[in-house]
């Protein structure tokens, strides 16, 4: 990795790459540097696969969200505060920076599909901002995560069979209706304020949430929090689930420290058995390839490297850096949020972001239909970029759970690379293009249903962990500590940042799921699950959000 000094030196060290999708960041220098009001531009070439922008149904387009972390001579890493005009687009493309200067949307300009190939784009880094002396010694990385819009406007909650307990859907009223929402003010949706265990009894005007693990039952019925988002307003959300190199990223950012607390085993020594960190095992389990070596430095944070092929060699094609990253908590997900200045999505907007604005077809999954693949996949050059899927179903949905997957991950994406037609059913992709929202691993979700979870803000994370690792995020679900689900998340208080779980929950199922039904879009079976919250499992992945600038 070169180094070099910002004054008039034009050059450049480290590359990044997000991967699901084949998104890589190239050519990255600074340029255009002017001391006397401490900027300058950092240059770089972007591409990825299967972009979209359409202006007709549903009216969207995919973009990369892309951010930059720094360090001064061979410092920590920190999060790069860009300026919010000055950028320049490549032809046929817009960027669009978010209003707190942690990163930039780029997206295509105009109706199309296919490739995007942008060279020379610039965006301008405001170093002064960030404490950066002139002639500072810098590294420089540039990162990329692919993201799908979700536009602003009206959607239903639930699928008209919401008395069903077993599914904790949400409903209207005291009926089992869909509910219509039409509003960004959360003080019109209301929880049960009976007190009698029965979460179907609901306020007028109100929205019911069945079941939900009885965690409405003390409820005072009245939801005020102008500042939630309910899914009406315009978002960014992930197109795929965090994938392994991605986590990996993250990991090699972090202090030694930080490290020890975003992994599942103990780093903090000079040797290391169980070099699978995230998994805890020597060998490769439940498809997790993050891994470290087997002797650690005394000091300082380590290397991290995805070895899917377990030969100690890396990065090789077969490493599975294009696996979901699994293995994680909440609070590992919360970190990973933070550090690329998103945040967690919230219960109704991860219905949004599979059903849209259509009405609901009762236990439809996220690619639209009620019908799903039960065969046992053929997986094909596994751990590879091409990974892929020999007898994919043209006829049903196509999602990973078991008994298709036997219960194992497979890689993000897989189901639009294998599928012949490209109909939402093949590749499993929601009404937006969003890609795995129904199996593979559970998303994280800020639970409506609990006071914990109805205090969020929508408050985006800075790009910045504590001391700890830990995100540190006003309201974000377990601030300070908090493991209690009746009492609201408050401001971060400087001491203990996300290290409990009181707000948040999981939707969307996950390779262990033994029926389909639990893929449901309606499905809220486990939307309010605390238990074990601190077990590192399989099942569990990260899927990021941002409200729209």
């Not at 939630?228 to 990996?248: C, D, H, L, R």
């Not at 907007?349 to 799903?372: D, H, I, L, M």
Request: with cysteine; hydrophobic share 35%; proline share 3%.
């Amino acid at each position: 990795m070169k180094k070099f000094y910002c004054l008039f030196l034009l050059a450049i060290g480290l590359v990044s790459a997000s991967v699901a999708n084949n998104i890589v960041v190239t050519n990255v220098s600074l340029t255009d540097q002017v001391a006397a009001s401490h900027y300058c531009n950092i240059k770089f070439d972007i591409s990825w696969d299967n972009s979209w922008h359409t202006s007709a149904v549903p009216n969207n387009w995919d973009a990369a969200w892309v951010f930059v972390k720094y360090r001064v001579s061979s410092g920590e890493w920190h999060h790069a505060t860009l300026n919010l005009t000055g950028h320049t687009a490549p032809s046929g493309s817009t960027f669009t920076p978010s209003s707190d200067g942690k990163g930039v949307f780029a997206y295509r300009s105009s109706d199309g599909s296919g490739t995007n190939t942008w060279t020379n784009a610039k965006i301008r880094w405001n170093y002064g901002t960030d404490g950066v002396a002139d002639d500072a010694l810098l590294d420089i990385r540039v990162y990329a995560i692919e993201m799908v819009y979700i536009p602003e406007g009206s959607f239903y909650l639930g699928d008209g069979n919401g008395t069903n307990e077993s599914i904790g859907s949400f409903h209207s009223g005291t009926t089992n209706s869909y509910v219509h929402i039409t509003t960004t003010l959360l003080n019109d949706i209301r929880t049960d304020a009976s007190g009698n265990g029965d979460d179907g009894q609901i306020v007028s005007n109100g929205i019911g949430i069945d079941g939900d693990n009885g965690l409405d039952k003390n409820d005072d019925g009245i939801i005020d929090n102008p500042t939630f988002p309910t899914g009406y307003g315009a978002f960014y959300i992930m197109k795929y689930e965090a994938s392994q190199e991605q986590y990996v990223e993250f990991l090699n950012t972090l202090n030694r420290t930080q490290q020890n607390t975003r992994t599942t085993v103990d780093i903090s020594g000079t040797s290391i058995t169980n070099r699978f960190i995230m998994s805890d095992h020597a060998v490769i389990t439940g498809r997790s390839g993050i891994r470290c070596d087997a002797t650690l430095p005394a000091s300082g944070a380590i290397t991290v490297y995805c070895d899917y092929d377990g030969d100690g060699i890396y990065p090789e094609t077969t490493d599975g850096q294009n696996l979901p990253g699994n293995y994680v908590t909440w609070m590992d997900i919360a970190a990973y949020m933070d550090w690329a200045a998103l945040r967690p999505m919230t219960d109704p907007e991860f219905e949004k972001a599979c059903r849209g604005p259509n009405t609901p077809v009762y236990q439809e999954y996220a690619w639209g239909t009620a019908s799903v693949n039960s065969t046992v996949f053929t997986m094909t050059n596994l751990g590879s970029p091409n990974e892929g899927i020999s007898n994919l179903s043209t006829t049903v949905g196509n999602g990973a759970y078991w008994p298709p997957t036997n219960s194992q991950i497979v890689r993000c994406g897989i189901f639009a690379a294998s599928s012949t037609n490209h109909t939402r059913q093949e590749t499993g992709a929601s009404y937006y293009g969003v890609m795995e929202l129904s199996g593979n691993l559970i998303e994280s979700i800020v639970h409506i249903g609990s006071v914990a979870g109805r205090s969020f803000t929508g408050v985006h994370g800075n790009g910045e962990l504590n001391t700890a690792g830990d995100a540190d995020v006003d309201f974000w679900p377990g601030i300070n500590g908090n493991a209690t689900q009746s009492t609201a998340n408050t401001a971060y208080l400087g001491i203990t940042g996300v290290t409990a779980p009181a707000g948040s929950g999981w939707r969307g199922a996950s390779i262990a799921s033994n029926t389909a039904t639990d893929m449901a879009v309606s499905y809220r079976g486990s939307a309010g699950y605390q238990t074990n919250y601190t077990a590192h499992q399989d099942l569990r992945g990260c899927r990021a959000v941002r409200t729209a600038p």
